[in-house]
């Protein structure tokens, strides 16, 4: 159950009076009703208030719910007197606090406070001390009981004066109907309308029971409060604790805590051998490039601590390729063709290719000249969502589109392992401390190539995948 629930069900089972126990030396509604109408016809002929049309009674239809025998059910207009607001054109009214107060609408009201700040020497429409306020247009159905002595009030209020009735407890009533007002609002734009204010069936207690359930409210009111704090730290909880999982899955993950160690599956120093011989092999054959050497790993550089079998090593020394896409951003198609782009606007938060970018062949040729995206291909954002990494799929003519880069694994390491390292909290947060530029911040192919990544032999790598496989969807369902 929300707060707003929880004090909706306080507030109803004031209205019904099942808050407080009914005392029968407190008399009854229809007593007081009695007394109102006295003093309603003694105001009415005294000129303070202005006598209303009679509404119909209030039929077995109407009724919504039982009520004890002492209570009555009464139209509200027979126990107040409301008073709508109106507008006044802006040579009516100052900000030099000439005049009294003028409260124009919901941003009046904070609370049980009420914010002045227009003031006018030509008022009309006055609501005085102890009125009930009640927002009806804009941002309806907030209430606040005026402490001024008096204010004019714009159209977007209505001013409610309860005769011979506790004003907290209509204030809380009204509260209660909210809800059903604005459903039959007319106009396109939510609002309360005063004949439908004026109709409502109120549920009349003794005075002396309505004091006693507002004293019981409002010791209530801090409890809810209280309850409140309570369930949004635990909504917010709720809301972070599949992310922090996620993070928390993906860091065990890196640091080798996620699955067991095997002996008989090699080490990572063995693998990364067996990568190194391979990427001569292919600078002999003129098949990449050869690049300059990056500096040795030191101590200061380690964030954690891996198991023994594992390696560390910079990125660029494990990838077969690292390039971005010097060219400016391509000409996009509204219509799909034959040849795609991806970039940033491509990728989600989960790593997903959410969509294509449609370029035409010549654009494609150009774009693909260093280096042609295939299968199993890792592209990764650089700029705006930075550090979304995903894995190009077969049969699609793919070239790159602006702010992403693209990372090529050597047999031995899987694409899968290496997104999840590129997108673990530890390399986020490397990166995101790092990114450069002014107004739209990116993140530089060199610190990417930099990048320290945990190796595991292959055989564990692909356990890891299989781990996380069976887990992330499990944490996207928390969400």
């Given at each position: 159950m929300t707060p707003q629930e929880l004090k909706n069900s306080i507030l109803q089972l004031a209205i019904q009076g099942k808050l407080v126990e009914q005392r029968p030396e407190e008399g009854t509604a229809e007593e007081l009703y009695k007394q109102i109408q006295a003093e309603k016809l003694a105001l009415i002929k005294a000129g303070k208030i202005k006598k209303e049309k009679p509404l119909p009674e209030i039929t077995e239809d109407e009724i919504p719910f039982e009520i004890p025998e002492s209570w009555m059910w009464v139209r509200l207009n027979t126990v107040i007197s409301l008073l709508s607001g109106s507008d006044l054109t802006p040579d009516k009214y100052n900000a030099q606090c000439k005049g009294i107060p003028y409260i124009t609408g919901a941003s009046n009201i904070e609370g049980n406070s009420i914010i002045i700040n227009r003031w006018t020497e030509y008022p009309n429409n006055i609501a005085h001390c102890g009125d009930l306020l009640l927002t009806c247009k804009g941002t309806v159905g907030k209430t606040s009981i005026l402490a001024e002595k008096e204010v004019h009030i714009?159209?977007?209020?209505?001013?409610?004066?309860?005769?011979?009735?506790?004003?907290?407890?209509?204030?809380?009533?009204?509260?209660?109907?909210?809800?059903?007002?604005?459903?039959?609002?007319?106009?396109?734009?939510?609002?309360?309308?005063?004949?439908?204010?004026?109709?409502?069936?109120?549920?009349?207690?003794?005075?002396?029971?309505?004091?006693?359930?507002?004293?019981?409210?409002?010791?209530?009111?801090?409890?809810?409060?209280?309850?409140?704090?309570?369930?949004?730290?635990?909504?917010?909880?709720?809301?972070?604790?599949?992310?922090?999982?996620?993070?928390?899955?993906?860091?065990?993950?890196?640091?080798?805590?996620?699955?067991?160690?095997?002996?008989?599956?090699g080490t990572g120093e063995e693998l990364y051998r067996q990568i190194q011989t391979e990427k001569q092999a292919l600078i002999k054959a003129g098949k990449i490039k050869k690049e300059k050497?990056?500096?040795?790993?030191?101590?200061?550089?380690?964030?954690?601590?891996?198991?023994e079998s594992w390696k560390w090593v910079r990125l660029s020394n494990l990838a077969s390729a690292i390039v971005d896409c010097?060219?400016?951003?391509?000409?996009?198609?509204?219509?799909?063709?034959?040849?795609?782009?991806?970039?940033?606007?491509?990728?989600?938060?989960?790593?997903?290719?959410?969509?294509?970018?449609?370029?035409?062949?010549?654009?494609?040729?150009?774009?693909?000249?260093?280096?042609?995206?295939?299968?199993?291909?890792?592209?990764?954002?650089?700029?705006?969502?930075?550090?979304?990494?995903?894995?190009?799929?077969?049969?699609?003519?793919?070239?790159?589109?602006?702010?992403?880069?693209?990372?090529?694994?050597?047999?031995?390491?899987?694409?899968?392992?290496?997104?999840?390292?590129?997108?673990?909290?530890?390399?986020v947060n490397t990166l995101t401390a790092k990114q450069k530029g002014i107004g739209a911040k990116h993140v530089n192919v060199?610190?990417?190539?930099?990048?320290?990544?945990?190796?595991?032999?292959?055989?564990?790598?692909?356990?890891?995948?299989?781990?996380?496989?069976?887990?992330?969807?499990?944490?996207?369902r928390l969400k």
């Amino acid at each position: 159950m929300t707060p707003q629930e929880l004090k909706n069900s306080i507030l109803q089972l004031a209205i019904q009076g099942k808050l407080v126990e009914q005392r029968p030396e407190e008399g009854t509604a229809e007593e007081l009703y009695k007394q109102i109408q006295a003093e309603k016809l003694a105001l009415i002929k005294a000129g303070k208030i202005k006598k209303e049309k009679p509404l119909p009674e209030i039929t077995e239809d109407e009724i919504p719910f039982e009520i004890p025998e002492s209570w009555m059910w009464v139209r509200l207009n027979t126990v107040i007197s409301l008073l709508s607001g109106s507008d006044l054109t802006p040579d009516k009214y100052n900000a030099q606090c000439k005049g009294i107060p003028y409260i124009t609408g919901a941003s009046n009201i904070e609370g049980n406070s009420i914010i002045i700040n227009r003031w006018t020497e030509y008022p009309n429409n006055i609501a005085h001390c102890g009125d009930l306020l009640l927002t009806c247009k804009g941002t309806v159905g907030k209430t606040s009981i005026l402490a001024e002595k008096e204010v004019h009030i714009a159209r977007q209020i209505m001013a409610i004066t309860p005769i011979l009735v506790d004003t907290v407890f209509i204030q809380r009533f009204i509260e209660c109907q909210v809800d059903n007002l604005k459903s039959k609002a007319k106009s396109m734009i939510p609002g309360i309308e005063r004949d439908n204010v004026l109709k409502l069936a109120l549920p009349l207690p003794p005075l002396a029971e309505q004091k006693r359930i507002v004293a019981k409210i409002e010791e209530l009111l801090p409890l809810i409060e209280r309850y409140e704090k309570a369930w949004s730290r635990l909504e917010d909880f709720n809301k972070r604790f599949p992310v922090d999982m996620q993070k928390s899955i993906l860091q065990m993950a890196i640091q080798g805590k996620l699955v067991e160690q095997r002996p008989e599956e090699g080490t990572g120093e063995e693998l990364y051998r067996q990568i190194q011989t391979e990427k001569q092999a292919l600078i002999k054959a003129g098949k990449i490039k050869k690049e300059k050497p990056l500096p040795e790993i030191t101590e200061d550089e380690i964030p954690f601590e891996i198991p023994e079998s594992w390696k560390w090593v910079r990125l660029s020394n494990l990838a077969s390729a690292i390039v971005d896409c010097p060219h400016s951003t391509p000409h996009y198609h509204e219509q799909s063709t034959d040849y795609v782009a991806i970039d940033t606007n491509c990728i989600d938060a989960d790593s997903n290719i959410t969509g294509w970018r449609y370029v035409d062949e010549e654009t494609y040729r150009v774009r693909i000249s260093r280096l042609q995206p295939i299968l199993n291909d890792i592209v990764y954002t650089r700029e705006g969502s930075i550090c979304r990494a995903a894995i190009l799929p077969a049969n699609k003519a793919v070239c790159l589109g602006q702010r992403v880069m693209l990372i090529r694994c050597p047999d031995g390491v899987l694409s899968e392992y290496i997104k999840m390292i590129l997108m673990a909290p530890q390399t986020v947060n490397t990166l995101t401390a790092k990114q450069k530029g002014i107004g739209a911040k990116h993140v530089n192919v060199a610190d990417v190539c930099n990048l320290l990544l945990p190796l595991p032999p292959t055989t564990e790598q692909e356990r890891i995948i299989a781990k996380l496989e069976l887990l992330m969807p499990l944490c996207r369902r928390l969400k």
